[in-house]
C-alpha cells in the first residue's frame, strides 16, 4: 500500500511493481478506501506481494552487485591510455551498456524512502 502520488516517482515504482493500492496523501477518502480494501485482501489472503526478485534489487545484496558491476565496467571503460577520447569513450560504453542508468535507477529508487510492500 502507498499513499503518495500516483504519477510522482514513488507511484510510477509502485506501479512498475504491480503495485496498484495507492491513493493520494491529501484525499482521504482514497486512504479509507485503501485501508479497508488492503485489509479485506490481507483477511481473505488475496492481497497482492511483488516477486521476490523485484523485492530483491531494493536489498543491500542487490544494490552492492549493482554498484560493484558499475565500478568493474567503469573501471573496463577507462583502462586505455589517459587522453581526451579515451574519456568520452570510456563514458559511451557505459552509456551503452546501461549500467549508468541502472545505477541511477536503483540509486532513485533505493534507500530509507524505498517502498517495503508487505
Known amino acids: 500500500m502507498g ?3 500516483p504519477a510522482g516517482d514513488t507511484g ?3 506501479a512498475e511493481l504491480d503495485i496498484d493500492a495507492v491513493a493520494r496523501l491529501d484525499d482521504v477518502d482514497a486512504i479509507k478506501t ?3 480494501r488492503c485489509i479485506q485482501q490481507a ?3 488475496t492481497a497482492h506481494a511483488p516477486t521476490r526478485d523485484s523485492v ?3 536489498s543491500r545484496a542487490g544494490t552492492t552487485g549493482l554498484l560493484a558491476r558499475f565500478w568493474t565496467s567503469w573501471r573496463w571503460a577507462n583502462a586505455a591510455p589517459a587522453n581526451s577520447q579515451s ?3 570510456g563514458v559511451h560504453r557505459l552509456r551503452s551498456a546501461g549500467l549508468w542508468v541502472k ?5 532513485a529508487t ?3 524512502g524505498s517502498p517495503c510492500p508487505a
Open 3 to 5: 499513499l503518495t502520488d
Open 12 to 14: 510510477r515504482l509502485l
Open 34 to 36: 485503501l485501508v479497508l
Open 43 to 45: 483477511t481473505a489472503g
Open 56 to 58: 530483491m534489487r531494493f
Open 87 to 89: 574519456a568520452a569513450e
Open 103 to 107: 545505477l541511477q535507477n536503483s540509486l
Open 110 to 112: 533505493s534507500g530509507p
